[in-house]
């Protein structure tokens, strides 16, 4: 094994590196000349510049993200909605399976607002007594329901 002093005793003692004459003497001069230099560069635009497309992009992420929570719930709400049938699918359907509803369960089902009124005096409730009591429905039992 080689011994460590040997090594070291044939490195120069000379440091390698040398400084110019006077060179501390001007430094702070050149160190200041590049600080109001860089001040004249005006570089607060360059910050507010990217300062102005940071907030962008946050708003441009937000806006997004609201985005696609408005789609989420109108997809969600869309897939569990009412499943409406339109009157005339209703009145066909009634009349092909006239024979499976009763007179009460459609005089139940039969949705009657508020201003709704209900009124054997009518002419057309009267041509719709005058049907049923053709068709055998008691005229009695008509009058009492409405």
Do not use: C, W
Request: no cysteine; aromatic share 12%; hydrophobic share 35%.
């Amino acid at each position: 094994m080689v011994n460590k002093d040997s090594i070291f005793d044939k490195l120069k003692k000379e440091n390698p590196f040398r400084v110019t004459d006077q060179y501390f003497d001007s430094l702070p001069e050149k160190i200041l000349e590049s600080v109001y230099s860089a001040d004249n560069q005006e570089p607060a635009n360059k910050n507010k510049m990217l300062r102005l497309k940071h907030l962008l992009a946050y708003a441009a992420s937000f806006l997004g993200l609201i985005f696609l929570s408005y789609l989420g719930i109108q997809y969600f709400r869309l897939k569990q909605g009412h499943n409406y049938i339109s009157k005339n699918d209703a009145i066909e359907y009634v009349s092909f399976y006239t024979s499976d509803f009763d007179e009460a369960t459609i005089l139940e089902n039969i949705p009657i607002g508020k201003n709704e009124n209900i009124s054997a005096n009518d002419a057309e409730s009267e041509s719709i007594i005058s049907y049923l009591v053709d068709e055998g429905i008691d005229e009695l039992t008509l009058y009492s329901e409405l």
